[in-house]
């Protein structure tokens, strides 16, 4: 079955920076783009970034364009989030999913791992 697997978050002061990780299992990773989402309190799920199944495209929200870079490894079926100069607006559940198409609609994406808390000190 498909698995997906976040790992990495934590607590950090404003300006730090996460490496997040999703481990994927169970379908033909390289043939799906990969997504963060994060989801803060109160908020609804969001749109972070996106990468195609080779790699070679990526896609921001404008919030943390700039600041964070995903990238993926396709021989470890893995994707990464590197978040710099973290702000508290940042705090949320950050989740991995997967999709075969593009879309910044979270509600398009077919697979999901369980979260992890990114948590962002002033």
């Known amino acids: 079955q498909v698995q997906l697997v976040e790992s990495g978050g934590g607590l950090v002061q404003a300006g730090g920076s996460l490496r997040l990780s999703c481990a994927a299992s169970?379908?033909?990773?390289?043939?799906?783009?990969m997504y963060w989402a994060r989801q803060a309190p109160g908020k609804e799920r969001e749109f972070v970034a996106a990468i195609s199944g080779d790699g070679g495209n990526t896609y921001y929200a404008d919030s943390v364009k700039g600041r964070f870079t995903i990238s993926r490894d396709n021989s470890e079926k893995t994707v990464y989030l590197q978040m710099n100069s973290l702000k508290p607006e940042d705090t949320a559940v950050y989740y991995c999913?997967?999709?075969?198409?593009?879309?910044?609609?979270?509600?398009?994406?077919?697979?999901w791992g369980q979260g992890t808390q990114v948590t962002v000190s002033s």
């Open positions: 999913a997967a999709a075969i198409g593009y879309s910044r609609n979270v509600g398009a994406y077919n697979h």
């Open positions: 169970g379908f033909i990773f390289n043939m799906y783009y």
